[in-house]
């Protein structure tokens, strides 16, 4: 087994990769998972706010549009990027949705283009994603989605979570590359405290800041969800479907 770890969307990714985990703990890929494991069926990622209402008034009334900049919703928008809020909504209304994200969305878009099959990933869906993409192949990557083009300490340390349960899954004979072993060290590092290592990160000091810590305490919890949303197509769009 051989993993790679990206830290941010805007290094080069490798070509050869037969599954990737696109990480934005804070909060995309947190939220993609949250729909569903409440039961939702179609979400399409889009990379700006002008695809996301575009969609939102072609595909109708039935579908929930979310999304975030600056950690909050856009104008217009049905509900944002918090999982706690997506949850509070009645099951009906959030079967089918877009979401567009300041970080996260992109990067998904940006691991579909270079190949190999993608999952959204988080610290909620750790163990079952990475047994979902170890089915792939043998040769791994994780995408950070990273803060506005750069690093993102929480993305790297959910990344060092990442790593540990592929490695259990099979723990002799994986090779790591400089980051997998940078981001597996910062994990480690934490002494199994991942939620105090996130909440030292500047986006979770802003979510705090904005009323938003009750999402932080949910993204952080680990193993708690058993969806693996892949990213194939829907009608033709980059898609994920239950």
Partial sequence: MDIRVVLT??????????GWLVVDLLRATSQIATFFDGGGQVLLP???????RSLKERLGAGWLLM??????????????????????????ARLRGVLTTTNGTRALLTA??????VFASCARNARAAAR??????????????????GLSWEDGLCAGLLVERLLEEEPRGATLDEGAELVRRAY??????FASGVLASEHARRLL???????????????????????????GLPAFTG
Avoid: M
Avoid at 112 to 117: P, T
């Fill in 209 to 235: 800041d904005l009323g938003l810590g009750g999402d932080v305490a949910f993204c952080c919890e680990v193993d708690a969800g058993v969806s693996v949303p892949e990213l194939t197509r829907w009608e």
């Fill in 67 to 92: 999304g975030e900049r600056e950690s909050l919703p856009p104008e217009g928008f049905d509900a944002g990027n918090s999982p706690l809020e997506l949850l509070r909504l009645p099951q009906k």
């Fill in 112 to 117: 579909l283009a270079s190949g190999g099959r």
């Fill in 188 to 193: 480690r590092a934490g002494a199994g405290d």
């Fill in 132 to 149: 979902a993409v170890r089915e792939t192949g043998d040769r791994l990557g994780i995408l950070c989605a990273g803060l506005k083009g």
């Fill in 9 to 18: 969307p805007g290094d080069p990714l490798p070509g050869d990769r037969d």
């Fill in 46 to 52: 889009v990379e700006t706010l002008e695809e996301a």
